[in-house]
């Protein structure tokens, strides 16, 4: 893990609207795609930055990843066949801040990353992203019925510290489904 400074309440304001690269190639296992970049993310520059988050450790606690992983090592991802993506580009303090209009135009252009890419599954955090920019307001948790090409779509949960229903060892559990079937 590196030892890196707190973006600065300067920093954090400044991120609003940036964005984060994607960590994505030719040949990935699967595309995670969070929602959006919040903007300690977009401050920091990669991707589920903000300390309490829990991607990273609950990557390493599904068996995707062999040991944890700091934001700051995200392309280590790439030759375990791991990506990471958003619905949409641009980072705001809150997911509430996005318009239905941005789910739709970055359900779109996420598709379109599927298809450039073709990842065997792409894995949407966040039951609501994945029902706003996919119009598939019944979705529930877990492999969809709706594929992208040759690419299946798996939902998780979002991994978000403020995903209350699902904590340590639930959110785990559902990512080592998606992990088991690889």
């Keep these: 893990m590196t030892d890196r400074k ?3 309440a300067a920093e954090l304001k400044a991120a609003k609207n940036k964005t984060v690269p994607d960590v994505i190639g030719p040949g990935l296992d699967v595309l995670f795609c969070g929602i959006n970049p919040g903007l300690y993310t ?3 520059g990669h991707h589920f930055g903000r300390p309490g988050n829990r991607f990273w450790p609950t990557l390493h606690a599904a068996g995707f ?9 995200e392309l280590e991802l790439l030759p375990l066949k791991l990506g990471v993506t958003n619905v949409v580009a ?4 809150t997911a509430d801040e996005l318009k239905p209009r941005e789910y739709n135009a970055g359900g779109r252009v996420l598709e379109a990353k599927v298809k450039r890419f073709e990842p065997r599954y792409l894995a949407v955090l966040g039951i609501g992203a994945y029902r ?3 119009a598939r307001p019944t979705a ?3 492999l969809q019925e709706h594929a992208i090409g040759e690419t299946r779509v798996w939902v998780l949960p979002n991994p978000s510290g403020l995903n209350a229903p699902y904590q340590g ?10 992990r088991e079937t690889l």
Excluded: Q
Aim: cysteine-free.
């Design 140 to 142: 529930t948790i877990g």
């Design 90 to 93: 641009r980072a705001t303090a």
């Design 6 to 8: 707190r973006p600065t």
């Design 42 to 44: 977009a401050a920091i």
């Design 169 to 178: 060892d639930a959110l785990a559990r559902v990512f080592r489904a998606l």
């Design 65 to 73: 990843t062999p040991r944890l992983f700091d934001p700051s090592e």
């Design 132 to 134: 706003a920019a996919f």
